[in-house]
């Protein structure tokens, strides 16, 4: 069974720093790419960083220069790093494995920052 854990969120003040970690466990067969997408409270879930098997990257606007994505396959897990962050950052951050066939997300982890 394919599982996916994220860890690494909580309240951090603005313009610090906070790296989110996603660890997914069981088979997942030809993964096109792995994403984090974020949810304000009262907003639609909206994608934050992409990225593929061969390491190419995609960014919304809005954490352009101050959040990366990036991949462990051997420890089979990805990761956000976030740097300045600002109070509109604040949301659940979500991991997400998408296949040929299907995705998979993980729970959740929630970020808040504080001005």
């Known amino acids: 069974q394919v599982q996916l854990v994220e860890s690494g969120g909580g309240l951090v003040q603005a ?4 790296r989110l970690s996603c660890a997914f466990s069981g088979t ?3 993964i096109n790419y792995m994403a984090w997408y ?3 409270p ?3 879930r909206e994608l934050v960083a992409t990225i593929t098997q061969g390491g ?3 960014y ?3 954490v352009k220069g101050r959040f990366t ?3 462990d396959n051997a420890d089979r897990s990805v990761y956000l790093q976030m740097n300045s962050l600002k109070p509109e950052d604040t949301g659940v951050y979500y991991c997400k494995a998408k296949t ?7 729970q959740g982890t929630q970020v808040t920052v504080s001005s």
């Open 42 to 44: 009262g907003k639609q």
């Open 69 to 71: 994505i990036s991949r």
């Open 15 to 18: 313009g610090g720093s906070l």
């Open 38 to 40: 974020r949810q304000a």
């Open 100 to 106: 040929l066939w299907t995705e998979y997300w993980g």
């Open 56 to 58: 190419t990257t995609t």
């Open 28 to 30: 997942i067969y030809s």
């Open 60 to 62: 919304d606007d809005s």
